[in-house]
């Protein structure tokens, strides 16, 4: 297993190719809508249909080939932020009554008729992007070389609605930071009625430029990155309505402090923006009058940390109720018209949308879980799904589709069927034992090798511990590669410390000014504790790996915790606090222009001299979310210190996983680091 493990990994896609994905349903609730490949090791997207009342999986449409045009440096961009690794079809939008499917493939639209299958290439200008179909079906707006253009969906009457004035302006995308950062994708969005859009304007002029460059194609000149990092000047982000016919309303925030647009919502209620100060310490819901871009405020949350933004908020129930969350106390709560609605101890992580006056949300009462849960009047809150796991959803005309992650396994299902699943089964498979650790009962999973005997084994922390998501929960697709390294012959630890989401605003908060001590005064908390029970761990060799704030946490732990951590592999580290972006960094470190000691605390560089155990720095070239500049300082400062040190880089390698084996030499550089035989 050892020698096929790590390359079927890569090949598979951690074993997600095959699997159903953009899943949606039609408003009716009769069909099922998803991009889905041929097989477990075919990356090329195709459209399907599923119809509940007959269960049959119908095509739409098949991309033919994985070829086509290479992608846009703006179109890699896009999927970055996206986490997409896939190929064929990218995203695909309907109508309101499903008459019609626009896609997008090889950067060019589509249309497909779902009910007869025809269709075919749009003449739209290539290579485009964030295609999305008007609610009446009959035009296409998309985005080309930063400009807003729209189509008919006869293929006719192709216009700018909005052209770039200048280089660094875009209309209709997402900046680098609503799009990392915010869980926002999108830069336009369609009126219910089709007449009008809203649409972003982008403005990087005042943002940095970073290059990068791959040093296997010396004479491909460096691509260019707008990157506002802490601290520096974001990109100014205005809102605008634009009509089909070529007018023209500026929206007016009318807040001096107003700096980052969170999210657009455009409902049959009216039109919705969400917006935030630079400290990210109010978050205001606004309606936008249309006719004259004046906004009145809606809702308005505020933090003396920062305030959260979940996603799918804002929503609105069909009675016109707007759907938000408030932290009170040590819950994060379901609020309607204000007022909170779900029970203390019940942490809120995304509202999935509303169906009539039902609203569908994700939610823990135990963090390593989270389940379905609805609210609708008068019956108040209600839990859809109960399996232990990590549960999401949608739903229409009271159907619902439940998308469910456990240690068994994953499935979608809905109405009584379950959507096909054509992935690769893992050879290797997890045996996980999920517990409480230590005083403040982190969430840890443990696992040992396949058939262990009670034998002494070296440990391997295996962590992510930052605050974009948790590891150690009920969901198998995350231990494969843990699982992995137990069976090479180690106790392998996960473990969730503070600052990791689930378990309510305070334990979240905990890291405000201080991204390093709690994050590993929590891991030891758990190795000692896991010890404590199992004897069998050896306490003399103990490693740790992790990737991106996982990465950090590596480093950090060999670099101020060498006592206890003897060999560490980091992957994409942020090193360097103040080279991560504006919005993501300054919610946990406030901005370095007035409070530049937070940064220091948690930042590697001065760390360097102090390193004295075994350490792997692993790093993508063309990675424009945690630059290569990372790791080249951190090893700059390590060579300068006189500290060996190894350094694995990534030719053409962004942010994502590779489809190549890192396992291998990470487990050879562990095994010799810790004198494993």
């Known amino acids: 297993m050892s020698s096929t493990f790590p390359g079927l990994l890569a090949r598979t896609q951690q074993f997600r190719l095959g699997r159903p994905q953009r899943i949606s349903l039609t408003p009716d609730g009769r069909r099922v809508l998803f991009l889905r490949s041929s097989g477990g090791e075919d990356p090329v997207r195709r459209l399907w249909q599923l119809d509940l009342e007959t269960g049959a999986e119908r095509l739409l449409a098949d991309p033919l080939t994985a070829?086509?045009?290479?992608?846009?440096?703006?179109?890699?961009?896009?999927?970055?932020?996206?986490?997409?690794?896939?190929?064929?079809?990218?995203?695909?939008?309907?109508?309101?009554?499903?008459?019609?499917?626009?896609?997008?493939?090889?950067?060019?639209?589509?249309?497909?008729?779902?009910?007869?299958?025809?269709?075919?290439?749009?003449?739209?200008?290539?290579?485009?992007?964030?295609?999305?179909?008007?609610?009446?079906?009959?035009?296409?707006?998309?985005?080309?070389?930063?400009?807003?253009?729209?189509?008919?969906?006869?293929?006719?009457?192709?216009?700018?609605?909005?052209?770039?004035?200048?280089?660094?302006?875009?209309?209709?995308?997402?900046?680098?930071?609503?799009?990392?950062?915010?869980?926002?994708?999108?830069?336009?969005?369609?009126?219910p009625d089709s007449d009008r859009l809203a649409v972003c304007r982008v403005d990087n002029e005042p943002v940095a430029t970073w290059y990068l460059s791959d040093p296997t194609e010396p004479a491909r000149p460096p691509s260019a990155h707008r990157y506002p990092a802490a601290g520096c000047a974001n990109a100014v982000v205005s809102l605008h309505l634009l009509d089909r016919d070529g007018g023209r309303v500026d929206v007016d925030f009318g807040w001096d402090d107003y700096e980052y647009l969170v999210a657009v919502v455009w409902d049959a209620h009216g039109l919705l923006a969400v917006l935030q100060n630079r400290p990210q310490t109010v978050l205001r819901t606004v309606e936008v009058d249309p006719g004259t871009g004046r906004v009145r405020t809606v809702a308005e949350n505020h933090d003396a940390a920062w305030t959260q933004i979940v996603p799918g908020v804002p929503a609105r129930t069909a009675s016109g109720a707007l759907i938000g969350t408030v932290d009170l106390g040590d819950t994060r709560h379901l609020t309607v018209d204000g007022k909170p609605v779900t029970p203390a101890g019940l942490q809120v992580a995304e509202v999935h949308g509303c169906d009539g006056d039902t609203v569908l949300f994700g939610a823990s009462q135990e963090p390593a879980e989270r389940h379905l849960w609805t609210w609708s009047p008068p019956d108040g809150s209600m839990q859809v799904t109960t399996v232990p796991g990590r549960h999401s959803g949608i739903r229409a005309a009271g159907t619902t589709v439940v998308n469910s992650a456990t240690l068994d396994g994953q499935a979608i299902t809905v109405a009584g069927r379950t959507v096909k699943d054509l992935s690769v089964a893992s050879p290797c498979v997890p045996q996980v034992t999920l517990l409480k650790a230590g005083e403040r009962e982190l969430r840890t999973a443990v696992l040992f090798p396949a058939g262990w005997q009670g034998e002494r084994l070296p440990v391997l922390m295996d962590p992510y511990g930052g605050p974009a998501a948790q590891r150690a929960v009920a969901n198998r697709d995350l231990f494969y590669v843990s699982q992995w390294f137990a069976d090479q012959g180690f106790a392998v630890i996960v473990a969730d410390?503070?600052?990791?989401?689930?378990?309510?605003?305070?334990?979240?908060?905990?890291?405000?000014?201080?991204?390093?001590?709690?994050?590993?005064?929590?891991?030891?908390?758990?190795?000692?504790?896991?010890?404590?029970?199992?004897?069998?761990?050896?306490?003399?060799?103990?490693?740790?790996?992790?990737?991106?704030?996982?990465?950090?946490?590596?480093?950090?732990?060999?670099?101020?915790?060498?006592?206890?951590?003897?060999?560490?592999?980091?992957?994409?580290?942020?090193?360097?606090?103040?080279?991560?972006?504006?919005?993501?960094?300054?919610?946990?470190?406030?901005?370095?222009?007035?409070?530049?000691?937070?940064?220091?605390?948690?930042?590697?560089?001065?760390?360097?001299?102090?390193?004295?155990?075994?350490?792997?720095?692993?790093?993508?070239?063309?990675?424009?979310?945690?630059?290569?500049?990372?790791?080249?300082?951190?090893?700059?400062?390590?060579?300068?210190?006189?500290?060996?040190?190894?350094?694995?880089?990534?030719?053409?390698?962004?942010?994502?996983?590779?489809?190549v084996d890192l396992l291998t030499p990470q487990l050879r550089f562990l095994r010799e680091a810790l004198n494993i035989d």
């Open 67 to 191: 070829g086509g045009t290479a992608p846009t440096a703006q179109e890699r961009t896009r999927r970055e932020r996206a986490r997409d690794q896939g190929a064929g079809i990218v995203d695909y939008h309907f109508d309101h009554g499903v008459r019609a499917i626009a896609y997008t493939v090889s950067q060019e639209l589509h249309l497909v008729d779902p009910w007869t299958g025809q269709g075919g290439r749009v003449p739209a200008r290539a290579p485009l992007t964030d295609a999305v179909i008007s609610p009446d079906g009959t035009a296409v707006a998309y985005v080309h070389e930063g400009a807003l253009r729209l189509i008919g969906a006869d293929g006719g009457g192709d216009r700018a609605l909005a052209e770039p004035e200048s280089p660094d302006v875009t209309y209709g995308l997402a900046e680098h930071v609503a799009a990392e950062s915010m869980d926002r994708q999108r830069g336009h969005w369609w009126s």
């Open 497 to 659: 410390g503070r600052g990791t989401p689930g378990r309510g605003p305070r334990w979240e908060r905990t890291i405000r000014g201080d991204r390093s001590t709690v994050l590993l005064e929590d891991q030891v908390a758990a190795l000692q504790s896991v010890a404590a029970d199992h004897p069998e761990l050896d306490l003399t060799r103990v490693g740790i790996r992790g990737w991106s704030a996982g990465g950090y946490l590596a480093a950090l732990a060999v670099l101020r915790r060498p006592d206890i951590f003897h060999a560490a592999v980091a992957g994409a580290p942020v090193t360097d606090h103040l080279l991560y972006d504006s919005h993501w960094q300054e919610r946990f470190l406030g901005d370095p222009r007035t409070d530049p000691a937070a940064y220091q605390r948690s930042s590697l560089i001065d760390d360097a001299p102090s390193l004295e155990r075994p350490l792997m720095l692993i790093h993508g070239l063309r990675d424009d979310n945690v630059f290569p500049v990372h790791t080249m300082r951190l090893s700059a400062a390590l060579l300068a210190a006189g500290r060996p040190h190894t350094v694995l880089p990534l030719p053409g390698g962004s942010h994502l996983a590779p489809d």
